[in-house]
């Protein structure tokens, strides 16, 4: 099995910078496919950002592009995601999650999940 804890979360200013890592353990935690999504009340979740381990290709959503950048480090088994310029709007519960395959940027495509960690941007 694999295990994902994210961490990091926390409430700042728009214009703030905010980081959030996800500790994977377990199982081959380095999964081929790893990804953060979110979710506000009341809204689906969303893909966020997400990363192949294998080449290192990242993919964002549109909303995000620009502003955070998904990262990992393998030897810590951890994978993060930098967020600047945070709007409002991406005030969310964050959740990281991994799969062998993934499916970017559908959230039913992944089958291990973190239980989130709130962000909460004011204006």
């Known amino acids: 099995q694999l295990q994902l804890v994210e961490s990091g979360g926390g409430s700042v200013q728009a214009g703030g910078s905010l980081r959030l890592s996800c500790a994977a353990s377990?199982?081959?935690?380095?999964?081929?496919?790893m990804g953060w999504f979110r979710q506000a009340p009341g809204k689906e979740r969303e893909g966020v950002a997400a990363?192949?381990?294998?080449?290192?290709?990242?993919f964002y959503s549109d909303s995000v592009k620009g502003r955070f950048t998904i990262f990992l480090d393998k030897a810590q088994n951890t994978f993060y995601l930098q967020m600047n310029s945070l709007k409002p709007e991406d005030t969310a519960m964050y959740y990281c999650?991994?799969?062998?395959?993934?499916?970017?940027?559908?959230?039913?495509?992944?089958?291990?999940w973190g239980k989130g960690t709130q962000v909460t941007v004011s204006s």
């Open positions: 999650a991994a799969d062998s395959y993934g499916g970017w940027p559908l959230a039913a495509k992944y089958n291990f």
């Open positions: 377990g199982v081959a935690p380095m999964r081929n496919a």
């Open positions: 990363i192949w381990t294998g080449g290192g290709d990242t």
